[in-house]
T-cell receptor
Framework: GAVVSQHPSRVICKSGTSVKIECRSLDFQATTMFWYRQFPKQSLMLMATSNEGSKATYEQGVEKDKFLINHASLTLSTLTVTSAHPEDSSFYIC????????????FGSGTRLTVV | QKEVEQDPGPLSVPEGAIVSLNCTYSNSAFQYFMWYRQYSRKGPELLMYTYSSGNKEDGRFTAQVDKSSKYISLFIRDSQPSDSATYLCAMSVNTGNQFYFGTGTSLTVIP
């Protein structure tokens, strides 16, 4: 089945630094990828929709300049958390859907970001 | 009001029990309903999906949708310790639209 690979699985960084998270579709092309954020015991919250070759669409309340998304190819989307602060500590998950499948959104394994 | 409401639990049942997980929603335009299973520190994996109202069965799992009541359910028969996870419901207006997730229900099946 479709696989979405997300790296790193866990990262600890110092406050003020930037962190890049990669999301790759391994066996399919994804014109659209989604980035979610999940706090403990809370729902997945959509942050942005990443579109190959164009600018990402951000949800209301998500800072574009803080969460930089680049979807440079049909198999790779990256999320960069810039100037990270402790409140950015969270679980970040990407997902994508192979074309031709109605329900088959596949999620990455997630990235646990801790900012100290 | 949240788009999707789901009791976070936690829910603890003995092995072999029937488990009932539920979500309610407010947007009558939702047509696609999904259940995801998420193990600790992992991404969600699609468990079942249904379109519009009705039932769908897959092995020990049954998904039900009642659009008139804006209520969906996931039943797990003969629950196993390996079923211990967080179960999230998700729904959307159509497959190209944003998914709305419930908060997830944490389930523990005790051997």
């Amino acid at each position: 089945g479709a696989v979405v690979s997300q790296h790193p699985s866990r990262v600890i960084c110092k406050s003020g630094t930037s962190v890049k998270i990669e999301c790759r579709s391994l066996d399919f092309q994804a014109t659209t990828m989604f980035w979610y954020r999940q706090f403990p015991k809370q729902s997945l919250m959509l942050m942005a929709t990443s579109n190959e070759g164009s600018k990402a669409t951000y949800e209301q309340g998500v800072e574009k300049d803080k969460f930089l998304i680049n979807h440079a190819s049909l198999t790779l989307s990256t999320l960069t958390v810039t100037s990270a602060h402790p409140e950015d500590s969270s679980f970040y998950i990407c997902s994508a859907r192979p074309s031709g499948t109605a329900y088959g959104y596949t999620f990455g394994s997630g990235t646990r970001l801790t900012v100290v | 009001q949240k788009e999707v409401e789901q009791d976070p639990g936690p829910l603890s049942v003995p092995e072999g029990a029937i488990v009932s997980l539920n979500c309610t929603y407010s947007n009558s335009a939702f047509q696609y309903f999904m259940w995801y299973r998420q193990y600790s520190r992992k991404g969600p994996e699609l468990l079942m999906y249904t379109y519009s109202s009705g039932n769908k069965e897959d092995g020990r799992f049954t998904a039900q949708v009642d659009k008139s009541s804006k209520y969906i359910s996931l039943f797990i028969r003969d629950s196993q310790p390996s079923d211990s996870a967080t179960y999230l419901c998700a729904m959307s207006v159509n497959t190209g639209n944003q998914f709305y997730f419930g908060t997830g229900t944490s389930l523990t099946v005790i051997p």
